[in-house]
């Protein structure tokens, strides 16, 4: 059974930073593209940024500069490095992995950017 299971988030102040985790289990985890998506409340859920196997990477326009994904194939997991957060940067954040026509999902972990 595949798994992919979020940690690090949580209530930041702007301008602060928070690290976010996601371990997978159950595959065989270098053979996934992998990203992270975001989803605010009565918006629709977006990409934030992906890596490929080889370890190309891609961010969306409102996160360039301030988050950082990266992925560590021996531990089965990928991270988003996120700083200078801002209150536009509350959501719920998910894991996703993908190979071919293959998907699977994380549950979600709560980011909150307030003061």
């Known amino acids: 059974q595949v798994q992919l299971v979020e940690s690090g988030g949580g209530l930041v102040q702007p301008g602060g930073s928070l690290r976010l985790s996601c371990v997978t289990s159950g595959t065989i985890f270098s053979i996934y593209a992998m990203a992270w998506y975001r989803q605010a409340p009565g918006k629709e859920r977006e990409l934030v940024a992906g890596i490929t196997r080889g370890g190309s990477t891609n961010y969306a326009d409102s996160v360039k500069g301030r988050f950082t994904i990266s992925r560590d194939n021996a531990k089965n997991t990928v991270n988003l490095q996120m700083n200078s957060l801002k209150p536009e940067d509350t959501a719920v954040y998910y894991c996703?992995?993908?190979?071919?026509?293959?998907?699977?999902w994380g549950q979600g972990t709560q980011v909150t950017v307030s003061s």
């Open positions: 996703n992995a993908k190979y071919m026509t293959v998907e699977f």
